[in-house]
């Protein structure tokens, strides 16, 4: 333990002693990114995105006390509420999953807010790429092109046979899940599920592939509607450059906490907020909608379409 102790020392003393990284904001706060944006040397904006976009159109988060998903999956009968989303259960279980998928499933919502902004950035030529938890795929909806897009956790948009891989979209299993079915392979009679990551299986290798591409190029990045409190979302927002400034649009602050490896490693990560070097970090806290119309206001986007407030 001295051992590993003096170790994190050395390297913290070897950090404090390499020169500050260059602030980019004139000032820390939220006008403080909008000048940024403004001054037109932000031209490579990344928006990381969570359930709390979608709230807002009427689609529960997961972790909301109460109101999330989570709370309220007692009808169910799971061994406990994660269940639901883990693939080894689904195996022997389908039926709850796609209980729950004829109440979340696409066409009966609309875009909020917060994803017509993030449209708005396409539109401003000013979005390098939206990274989202969501399978909702309003992003989709609200006009945020395909190729700018990565859905991290997967979609309804597409689906596959669990057993001989034989591609559906949304609409070849819509029928069967709001008649209360579980939707077959018409080749091997297997399982159809949508193309959502569950608790043990992997990313989408679109995920793993843009990452170590993005994140070097972003200049700014927006975090809004998360907890993030899943690995390995959570950890994009250590990726981008030490200068980058990060603005989180969230109810309450997160991702202020150093991952292990971090502190094995004694490189910072995490928010840094309220602390005395933070040179980049801001927090906005409220709702997604009201977060995005504040930013919109102060860069003069208000009337903007498709944001355009009446």
């Known amino acids: 333990?001295?051992?590993?102790?003096?170790?994190?020392?050395?390297?913290?003393?070897?950090?404090?002693?390499?020169?500050?990284?260059?602030?980019l904001l004139d000032e820390v706060s939220f006008e403080g990114?909008?000048?940024?944006?403004?001054?037109?040397?932000?031209?490579?904006?990344i928006v990381m995105t969570g359930a709390g976009i979608s709230t807002a159109a009427g689609i529960p988060d997961f972790r909301s006390p109460g109101t999330g998903l989570y709370d309220n999956l007692q009808k169910y009968n799971l061994p406990y509420?994660?269940?639901?989303?883990?693939?080894g259960y689904f195996r022997s279980n389908p039926e709850p999953f796609f209980a729950l998928c004829k109440e979340l499933y696409p066409g009966s919502f609309k875009p909020t807010m917060s994803h017509y902004f993030i449209k708005l950035l396409y539109d401003k030529k000013l979005l390098l790429r939206n990274y989202t938890q969501n399978v909702d795929t309003l992003e989709r909806i609200a006009g945020v092109p395909d190729d700018l897009l990565v859905e991290a956790h997967g979609s309804f948009h597409t689906a596959h046979c669990i057993e001989c891989k034989k591609e559906y979209t949304k609409e070849d299993v819509r029928d069967e899940i709001f008649a209360d079915k579980v939707p077959r392979c018409s080749g091997c009679e297997g399982v159809i599920k949508p193309d959502i990551v569950f608790f043990g299986e992997s990313l989408p290798g679109r995920f793993h592939r843009l990452?170590?591409?993005?994140m070097p190029h972003c200049d700014l990045i927006i975090i809004m509607g998360t907890s993030l409190?899943?690995?390995?979302?959570?950890?994009?927002?250590?990726?981008v450059l030490a200068t980058t400034p990060r603005?989180?649009?969230?109810?309450?602050?997160?991702?202020?906490?150093?991952?292990?490896?971090?502190?094995l490693s004694g490189v910072d990560s995490g928010f840094k907020f309220d602390k005395e070097d933070n040179y980049r970090d801001v927090a906005w806290l409220g709702t997604t909608d009201?977060?995005?119309?504040?930013?919109?206001?102060?860069?003069?986007w208000k009337a903007s379409e498709p944001f355009a407030i009446v």
Request: positive net charge.
């Open 290 to 300: 009201d977060g995005c119309l504040a930013l919109a206001e102060l860069l003069g």
């Open 33 to 45: 990114v909008a000048n940024y944006i403004k001054s037109g040397k932000c031209k490579h904006i």
């Open 229 to 239: 409190a899943v690995q390995p979302f959570a950890s994009l927002i250590d990726r």
């Open 1 to 23: 333990m001295k051992l590993f102790n003096q170790f994190r020392l050395n390297l913290t003393q070897e950090k404090s002693e390499k020169e500050k990284p260059e602030q």
């Open 81 to 87: 509420p994660e269940s639901i989303f883990e693939i």
């Open 211 to 214: 990452v170590p591409q993005d």
């Open 247 to 263: 603005l989180l649009i969230n109810k309450e602050k997160c991702g202020r906490q150093a991952s292990f490896l971090s502190f």
